[in-house]
């Protein structure tokens, strides 16, 4: 049945129908028009809202989030818990599908030591962590903390009381960036460890406009006194007198990290953070204390964590390129690590790639036991520890 039959008009009834409404029609028309555009400029702001609102249980709102965000975009968030094993996944997207805010936890056991193992071979602490937060952040602006989570702890001794919570926040790069993006790591770190019922304290928020701490350069003979103390005061190589260290301590703290540089030469890219040149990386010393190394695998010594599979306790360890001292401060295992900076010893110019014979072999570990006793000794002396413990002679 159509229109017509059903009401009893005629097709031309319609159409002076029509005409007689043709201006209503138009409006209305117009109107519809405009309340799809309005549909359509309301949407974009009010998705905006709702993801900043939503993301990672709401805890990203806020100035921190517009801050790291820098005019992006949003386009997507994801949440996931798994709260019998305690993992824990969150990311916030822009519509480019970028990472603005991602945040992962890995509680205590087998999780937490595989990402643990990554950490160790792949981001050695770049910046330090102000007012003694547990943790550091890599060159990749990803902040890692540890914070303690004693009513999860597995195993009669507890040696699994701490969480690993990476957070990262792509965009930051300013120094008002780093500061939110440490406020938003510390305020999701704290909600993860609620969440999970841990039972440890809240780690503090960072002051205001506290950032990660590269640390500063000094020439080598103003490290004497410092925490790099060590660099000023034992024989360095050749290449390395005359150079710059990088200091990068945090009063508190639970890493740290010395690079000793040699001068530079014509052509060199790294720079310090003032745009100054810096040479090749001849030594690093870095600090490490608590859970950083605990129970990590064979293969994963990089160049900051023992080499082999040493359960709940480290032991002290040397080879030619690495040294690896141990010590207890405040209650928790501490790590004093030395090794070689990047492609150091090098060839001299010329001269063919070979393998160090058994005589380098032996004055390069000679070295590093050196290096690490003299800054394990400095540090033990600095943060009151004890039982400290030092690789054997080469």
């Known amino acids: 049945m159509t229109y017509a039959d059903r009401y009893g008009e005629t097709g031309e009834q319609m159409g002076n129908w029509a005409r007689q409404h043709r201006g209503w029609l138009w409006g209305s028309g117009c109107v519809l028009a405009v309340l799809v555009i309005v549909a359509f400029s309301v949407r974009a702001p009010v998705k905006q809202w709702w993801l900043a609102r939503e993301a990672c249980g709401g805890e990203l709102t806020g100035a921190d989030l517009e801050t790291v965000r820098a005019g992006v975009r949003l386009g997507a968030e994801e949440e996931s818990f798994d709260e019998e094993r305690g993992g824990y996944h969150c990311v916030l997207t822009s519509d480019k599908g970028k990472v603005v805010v991602a945040v992962d936890a890995y509680p205590g056991g087998r999780d937490r030591d595989e990402e643990l193992s990554f950490v160790a071979r ?167 204390r608590g859970d950083w190394g605990t129970g990590l695998p064979a293969s994963s010594w990089g160049p900051d964590m023992p080499p082999e599979d040493t359960g709940a306790t480290w032991r002290p360890a040397l080879n030619e390129s690495r040294a690896w001292a141990v010590a207890e401060c405040g209650g928790e295992q501490a790590g004093f690590a030395a090794h070689w900076g990047e492609g150091y010893p090098h060839r001299a110019e010329g001269e063919k790639p070979e393998p160090p014979t058994a005589a380098e072999r032996k004055e390069r570990s000679a070295l590093l036991s050196t290096y690490v006793t003299a800054f394990a000794k400095d540090q033990v002396r600095r943060g009151n520890c004890t039982g400290l413990r030092l690789p054997n002679g080469p």
């Open 122 to 288: 792949s981001y050695p602490p770049h910046a330090v962590l102000p007012g003694g937060l547990p943790g550091f952040e890599t060159e990749h602006s990803l902040v890692y903390l540890m914070p303690e989570c004693p009513a999860r702890s597995e195993g009669a001794s507890g040696e699994d009381r701490r969480l690993l919570v990476g957070t990262w926040a792509y965009f930051a790069k300013s120094p008002a960036e780093k500061a939110a993006m440490l406020r938003i790591a510390v305020r999701l770190t704290n909600a993860v460890t609620e969440k999970l019922g841990c039972g440890g304290e809240p780690l503090p928020a960072p002051k205001d406009g506290a950032v990660p701490d590269t640390g500063g350069h000094v020439p080598l003979a103003e490290a004497k006194g410092t925490a790099c103390d060590a660099l000023a005061t034992t024989r360095v190589p050749a290449e390395g007198r005359g150079g710059r260290v990088r200091i990068a301590f945090a009063d508190g703290g639970v890493v740290g990290r010395c690079t000793l540089y040699a001068p530079a030469a014509d052509g060199e890219r790294t720079a310090r953070s003032d745009g100054e040149p810096l040479g090749r990386p001849v030594v690093e010393l870095t600090g490490w």
